[in-house]
């Protein structure tokens, strides 16, 4: 237990802003996910992909938490920092969404 509290409704809104947005940067910079059927293919990122593949797989890592609903308001910002180093290595760079880009989103 933390002493953090639980992430909140505006967190699980940016996490999925960020994840479209580098979905977008990916693709547009040429970058796919490799996907083993019977063969390679190349399959272009999605929100829910890079939902699932990198920020889960990170999450999972680092806090064993399947869902983003068990993650504190911490470990968003501590999975934030890893992935963006990450996508560093690879010269891409996706600012988390703050209150100001969530609230032109609903206008």
């Given at each position: 237990m933390t002493d953090h509290p639980p992430r909140t409704s505006q967190?699980?809104?940016a996490i999925e802003v960020f994840c479209k947005n580098v979905a977008q940067v990916l693709n547009d910079g040429g970058l796919s996910v490799?996907?083993?059927l019977k063969s390679?293919?190349?399959v272009p990122w999605s929100?829910?992909?890079v939902k699932e593949i990198m920020w889960k797989g990170i999450q999972e890592a680092m806090f064993n938490k399947k869902s983003t609903t068990e993650l504190d308001?911490?470990?968003v910002t501590q999975i934030y920092e890893v992935f963006n180093r990450h996508m560093a290595?690879?010269?891409v760079f996706v600012e988390f969404p703050s209150n100001d880009i969530?609230?032109?989103r609903k206008e």
């Open positions: 967190q699980r809104k490799q996907v083993m390679d293919v190349e929100q829910a992909l308001t911490s470990e290595e690879h010269e969530l609230s032109r």
